[in-house]
C-alpha cells in the first residue's frame, strides 16, 4: 500500500509506525504532533493556490476563513498564497474535529490518501465523544490538519504535512483559527520537515 496515488511511495510499515504514534502521543494546547512525507526533491517556493481537498466546499465561509489563516502562516516557508488559477502549485487542505470528554479515549488518526480523524474523512468534519450534559471545561477538542502540495501539471503530490493538536473548549486555544494557524507554523517549520518522522512542536 502506498502514501500517494502515482507519486510519494511509503511502505505499509512507515505508516503503521507514523499512525501508531499519532493516535498515542497526547498533545496540549502548546504542543502540536506533526509528521510530513517527500521524496527529498527539491520543491519550487513562490505562488500558491490555497483550497480545500474537496471542491464540494471551496465556496463556504468557513472554509475560506481557514485558507486565510494558512496562506497567512506559509511565507517564513517561502510561499506566497495567492488566487491566480494559473499557479504551478496548490496546496490542498482538510480539517477535522473532534469533541470528546477529559478522559476518554483519543480517535483513531490514518495517514495518507483519505485519511481522516474522528469520522470526519478527508474534509471538513466534526464527531462528538462525550455523554450530554458533561460541562464544558471538561470537554477537550482535538484538530487535525492536513496539507498537501500538488503538482498542477500533473497532479503530482509533491509533500503532505499533517498535525494534530488538542485543547479544553473553554480555551483560547480552542478557536478553530488558532488552532489551525499552530498547525500550520509547526508543519511548515524547517521546510520541508524529515519525512516519515512525527515530532512534536511547541
Not at 506559509?74 to 469533541?99: K, M, N, P, W, Y
Request: glycine content about 10%; charged content about 15%.
Amino acid at each position: 500500500m502506498l502514501l500517494f496515488r502515482g507519486s510519494i511511495l511509503l511502505p505499509m510499515a512507515a505508516l503503521i509506525l507514523a499512525g501508531s504514534m499519532v493516535s498515542g502521543c497526547a498533545t496540549t494546547a502548546t504542543q502540536v504532533e506533526v509528521t510530513r512525507f517527500h521524496l527529498n526533491q527539491p520543491i519550487p517556493r513562490g505562488a500558491i493556490r490555497i483550497t480545500p481537498a474537496d471542491p464540494a466546499i471551496n465556496d463556504s465561509l468557513e472554509n475560506k476563513q481557514y485558507a486565510a489563516v494558512i496562506g497567512q502562516e506559509i511565507g517564513a516557508a517561502g510561499f506566497r498564497s495567492t488566487d491566480a488559477a494559473s499557479t504551478e502549485q496548490l496546496l490542498l487542505f482538510s480539517v477535522t474535529r473532534h469533541l470528546r470528554a477529559a478522559g476518554a479515549p483519543r480517535p483513531p488518526v490514518t495517514i495518507g490518501v483519505g485519511g481522516g480523524t474522528g469520522g470526519g474523512g478527508f474534509g471538513v468534519g466534526v464527531s462528538t465523544s462525550f455523554p450530554i450534559g458533561t460541562p464544558k471545561a471538561r470537554e477537550l477538542v482535538t484538530y487535525a490538519l492536513n496539507l498537501r502540495i500538488r503538482r498542477a501539471q500533473d497532479n503530482a503530490i509533491l509533500w503532505e504535512g499533517r498535525a494534530t493538536t488538542e485543547a479544553l473548549m473553554t480555551t483560547a486555544a480552542a478557536d478553530p483559527r488558532t488552532a489551525i494557524a499552530r498547525m500550520t507554523r509547526a508543519i511548515f517549520a524547517d521546510f520541508p520537515g524529515e519525512s516519515g518522522k512525527t515530532i512534536m512542536v511547541k
